[in-house]
Structure formats: structure tokens, C-alpha cells
């Protein structure tokens, strides 16, 4: 498995963008990057998943450089209620369905 | 939206006793999972279930550990002899076939072991 790198904490503004940068300079090739969310005592939250490139949802994007040693999720014009931990989790789906988290980006987002 | 559903909230027992906490994962999924979190640290892996078997566990699923699937809705997870260090709180998690890590998580027990 991938080790991680995030930031410990960040702190932003209602309505502006928040991007996540997590590393992971030891991803190999068939491993997949998966974010999560989580609150305060609540269950971890999926966010977003992928290989390459960028992905795209509802909630957030996720950019993946052609190397795929870092990624970065972004958040678009966050409100008080993105305040939560966010997880950036690297492993390939084909050997283990376990999710091995870090310790994760406390988000604090301000009025 | 469907969700997986667990009970009790919280559960507080003395040192020494058995608790089972339970799971209702989403009625379509077929893998199974527990988690723990002791209070201000990491998510933690304990056991995943499939096809009525543990498909992996790690090393803090040791034998005071067990999980069950005892009907077609019901996931269990026993403790049999609660220790303090059990203190956590606990999350059961569940997938569809082929989309492993987007897991769907409970809302969690909270265990208290006095």
C-alpha cells in the first residue's frame, strides 16, 4: 500500500475554492486514489475515486498529474457544513478491499 | 437513499463482559466490513466479511474477536471479553460486488468499557 502525505489542517472561507493536495510518491500501477470525508462521530464518507487524470462529481474533482505521485480534491465555493476530515487513501482494489486511512486534512471553513 | 444502519448508538459494559454490536448493511451489498476508531486517532481496518467468511482481517482482529451474518439483514461483531483498551467507536461498513472502495459506513457505536 501507498504511504500518504496531506496536510494536517487548513482552514478556508464560505464560498471559496478548497483544494487538497495529498502525495503519494510510491503509487503503483494498478492502485487507485479514493477520498473520504468524515465529521465529528460519524462514519467516513466516499467522495471520490481515481486512476488518472480528473474526475468530476457533484460534490468535488479529483486532478491526478500524468506521474500519479500526488492528487489533488477540490472542493468548489465550500459552505460551514464541508468542515470535516478529509482522507486521501491510495490501494489497489484487485489484491485488498480494505481501506487504510491516515490521519487525514482537518478542513475549518469560517464564516 | 439506502444506508447502513447499526445499534446501539452507544454501548457502555464493564471490563471483562461480551458485547455484540449490529449492523444492517445495505440490503443488495455483499461485502462487509468493521472499523474502529479510538477517539482522536485513525480509522482502523478490523475485519472484512464475504460470502459468509472473513475475507481479511488485521492484527487488532485477534480471538476476542468474531463476526457473524446470522440472517440475510443482520452483521455482527462480538467482543468477548471487553478490555479498555476496546473503547472506540466502531463502524460497519458495506459494498456491492465490484466497487470495493466506495464503502458505505454506518453511523457508528460508540463502546465504553469501565
Known amino acids: 500500500l501507498a504511504k500518504t502525505t496531506q496536510p494536517i489542517s487548513m482552514d478556508s472561507y464560505e464560498g471559496q475554492e478548497v483544494n487538497i493536495t495529498c502525495s503519494h510518491n510510491?503509487?503503483?500501477?494498478?492502485?487507485?486514489i479514493t477520498w473520504y470525508q468524515q465529521f465529528p462521530s460519524q462514519g467516513p464518507r466516499f467522495i471520490i475515486q481515481?486512476?488518472?487524470t480528473k474526475v468530476t462529481n457533484e460534490v468535488a474533482s479529483l486532478f491526478i498529474p500524468a506521474d500519479r505521485k500526488s492528487s489533488t480534491l477540490s472542493l468548489p465555493r465550500v459552505s460551514l457544513s464541508d468542515t470535516a476530515v478529509y482522507y486521501c487513501?491510495?490501494?489497489?482494489?484487485?489484491?485488498?478491499?480494505?481501506?487504510?486511512f491516515g490521519s487525514g486534512t482537518r478542513l475549518l471553513v469560517r464564516p | 437513499e439506502p444506508e447502513v444502519t447499526q445499534t446501539p448508538s452507544h454501548q457502555v459494559t464493564q471490563m471483562g463482559q461480551e458485547v455484540i454490536l449490529r449492523c444492517v448493511p445495505i440490503s443488495n451489498h455483499l461485502y462487509f466490513y468493521w472499523y474502529r476508531q479510538i477517539l482522536g486517532q485513525k480509522v482502523e481496518f478490523l475485519v472484512s466479511?464475504?460470502?459468509?467468511?472473513?475475507?481479511?482481517k488485521s492484527e487488532i482482529f485477534d480471538d476476542q474477536f468474531s463476526v457473524e451474518r446470522p440472517d440475510g439483514s443482520n452483521f455482527t461483531l462480538k467482543i468477548r471479553s471487553t478490555k479498555l483498551e476496546d473503547s472506540a467507536m466502531y463502524f460497519c461498513a458495506s459494498t456491492p460486488e465490484g466497487l470495493s472502495y466506495e464503502q458505505y459506513f454506518g453511523p457508528g457505536t460508540r463502546l465504553t468499557v469501565t
Open positions: 487513501l491510495v490501494g489497489d482494489m484487485n489484491s485488498s478491499y480494505k481501506l487504510i
Open positions: 481515481g486512476y488518472k
Open positions: 510510491n503509487i503503483a500501477t494498478n492502485d487507485y
Open positions: 466479511f464475504y460470502n459468509n467468511e472473513i475475507s481479511e
